[in-house]
């Protein structure tokens, strides 16, 4: 099955800086990529995804690049606010009503 | 439009006690998915249903766990009996076939 792999784990920037989270993805049959933003006691919630006939799609402050021949993907943040603290997911699913497969998870804390 | 609605939210029970999810999906969304996420993971998929049959169990341990799908909208999982290792959050999601998955706010499971 697939394999979703996240670094880093933990990433703590200034308030302003820009923040970037990268995946790799073992399945190559995958071509949907979603982000998850989770707070504390809540679920996940999508802020962004890349589908494999893009490269780059990008959403305000948020962009996601996506590398299908060396397999991995990345969620860029610019201009971090203290509200974007949390832990975010990258995921990775071959489409349709397939399964998502997710990463271990990036906690990012904002500095203000 | 309503979300991902789920219940309780949060129970403690004693080991080989059992406990039950309840689910129920955004409008209109036929596919329905129960995730477990342990304390520091990404979500795993137990089970996914699309309308009321099972689409994808493979990760369901099904000597203790159970769900079902009646009329193919809510849902529920059923753990029994409970196990320590159990501890975890229960996500449901729900998506169009293709389109973006969407979770619920959680259930989240202490077995002491």
């Known amino acids: 099955g697939e394999n979703v ?8 920037v200034q308030e302003g ?13 995958s071509n949907y990529f979603p982000w ?12 962004i995804d890349i589908r494999s006939n893009v490269g780059e ?21 610019t201009e971090t606010q203290p509200e974007d603290s949390a832990v975010y997911f990258c995921a990775a699913s071959r489409g349709g009503a397939n399964n998502l497969f997710f990463g271990t998870g990036t906690r990012l804390t904002v500095i203000p | 439009e309503a979300g991902v609605a789920q219940s ?3 129970k403690i029970i004693e080991k080989r006690q059992s406990v039950a999810f309840w689910c129920n999906p955004i409008s209109g969304h036929a596919t329905l998915y129960w995730y477990q ?29 159970s769900a079902e799908r009646l009329k193919g909208v809510d849902s529920t999982l059923k753990i029994q009996p409970a196990k320590l ?5 229960y996500l449901c999601a729900s998506s169009t076939p293709g389109n973006t998955i969407y979770f619920g706010e ?3 499971l202490t077995v002491v």
């Open chain 1, 57 to 77: 799609k990008k959403d305000q402050r948020i962009a996601v690049t996506l590398n299908k021949t060396a397999k991995h993907f990345s969620l860029h943040i």
């Open chain 2, 37 to 65: 996420q342990i304390l520091g993971q990404g979500p795993k998929l137990l089970i996914q249903f699309q309308n009321n049959g099972v689409v994808d169990d493979s990760q369901l341990p099904k000597d203790r766990f």
């Open chain 1, 36 to 47: 998850y933003k989770q707070e504390l006691g809540k679920g996940p919630q999508l802020i």
């Open chain 2, 85 to 89: 290792e159990d501890s975890a959050v």
């Open chain 1, 5 to 12: 792999e996240q670094h880093p784990s933990t990433l703590s």
């Open chain 1, 17 to 29: 800086d820009s923040a970037v989270i990268k995946c790799t993805y073992s399945d190559s049959a």
């Open chain 2, 106 to 108: 959680g259930s989240w």
């Open chain 2, 8 to 10: 309780p939210r949060y």
